[in-house]
């Protein structure tokens, strides 16, 4: 079985500091990585995807990817309390299915 | 732009009654179209996929089914709630060969 594995947290860090986001994922054959942020009661919005091995950036937002290790990271600069919530990694399986991780808490204390 | 609305947004019903769950976006045609679950503290679980009219697949044995009887159009269904069945439900869609998956707002459902 396809699986993505994250750690659940909570991750704390304070504000203005960076956090990073670890993801693996089971099948080495999956070419496209996403990362969404999940507000509590809310549902998934999209951060960023990645297919390419190494850095993409998006603001504050990069997302690491290493297809040899089978790791997606997620790092958030400058973090601010409105980056408090649940981030999800979601990996392509195949056939356009997304197979997602249970998501890290990620807490940004002012 | 695309637009996913989901209804309604919250649902209490009892135990071994029906459920109707919809889902239309507008803004696309042809969508893939998908429901979750995603139970208290647990991650997302894909419950069924569509790539066009009629066209439904099953992810997960269970009592809930789907139908999509129009383009942008996808319901999910039960005959009769089990207590497990309470969750909250997220319907996404992706567009032609694209593959990132955006999501309604959710119904959180709660069965009693």
């Known amino acids: 079985q396809k699986e993505v594995e994250q750690n659940s947290g909570p991750l704390s860090v304070p504000e203005g500091a960076i956090a990073s986001l670890n993801c693996t994922y089971s099948?080495?054959?999956?070419?496209?990585f996403f990362w969404y942020r999940q507000y509590s009661g809310k549902s998934p919005e999209l951060i960023m995807f990645?297919?390419?091995?190494g850095d993409k950036e998006d603001g504050r937002f990069t997302a690491q990817l290493n297809k040899a290790s089978q790791y997606v990271s997620l790092l958030i600069r400058d973090s601010q309390p409105s980056d408090s919530a649940t981030y999800l990694c979601?990996?392509?399986?195949?056939?356009?299915?997304?197979?997602f991780g249970t998501g890290t808490r990620l807490l940004v204390s002012p | 732009s695309q637009t996913i609305h989901q209804w309604p947004a919250t649902l209490v019903q009892p135990v071994g009654s029906p459920l109707s769950l919809e889902c239309t976006v507008e803004?696309?045609?042809?969508?893939?179209l998908y429901w979750y679950r995603q139970a208290a503290g647990r991650g997302l679980q894909l419950l069924f996929y569509?790539?066009?009219?009629?066209?439904i697949s099953s992810e997960v044995p269970q009592n809930l089914s789907a139908s999509r009887p129009q383009d942008r159009q996808f319901i999910l269904s039960s005959k009769k709630l089990l207590l497990s069945d309470s969750g909250f439900y997220l319907c996404?869609?992706?567009?032609?060969?694209?593959?990132?998956?955006?999501f309604g707002p959710g119904t959180r459902l709660l069965v009693l």
């Open positions: 979601a990996v392509n399986t195949g056939f356009q299915k997304l197979v």
């Open positions: 990645i297919y390419s091995n």
């Open positions: 996404a869609w992706t567009g032609g060969l694209q593959e990132t998956q955006y």
């Open positions: 099948d080495r054959g999956s070419q496209s």
């Open positions: 569509s790539v066009g009219i009629g066209q």
């Open positions: 803004g696309t045609s042809n969508p893939n």
